[in-house]
């Protein structure tokens, strides 16, 4: 079992940036692969980024290739998506997902085993 907790979201203008994290609980994150996931009013949940628990692998949903960026720090249990160049399109909650079974989390939300509570992001234009 982990507990994932976001942080870092807010509004922010066109263009700006932000950066979300992700703390984990328990010893054994660090071999978790995690991701991010974002839900927009009245859209379904959409996969916006993973990483293998190395961090040697990501990847990303093509809309925001060249703009988010996908981290992690093993040692303090935390995962980070860093966003930059920011469009209103952005604008949703995202969640943090792990799951400890698969070099990545799977692209589907179906398919993730653990769940953050989420956090705002909002883009004004």
């Known amino acids: 079992q982990v507990q994932l907790v976001e942080s870092g979201g807010g509004l922010v203008q066109a263009g700006g940036s932000l950066r979300l994290s992700c703390a984990a609980s328990g010893r054994t994150f660090s071999s978790y692969a995690a991701g991010w996931f974002r839900q927009a009013p009245g859209k379904e949940r959409e996969f916006v980024a993973a990483?293998?628990?190395?961090?040697?692998?990501?990847n990303y949903v093509d809309s925001v290739k060249g703009r988010f960026t996908i981290s992690r720090d093993n040692a303090k249990n935390t995962v980070y998506l860093q966003m930059n160049s920011l469009k209103p399109e952005d604008s949703a909650i995202y969640y943090c997902a792990a799951d400890a079974h698969r070099v990545l989390i799977p692209t589907s939300a179906a398919g993730v085993a653990w769940w953050g509570q989420g956090t705002q992001v909002t883009v004004s234009s």
């Open positions: 990483i293998s628990w190395s961090g040697r692998i990501t």
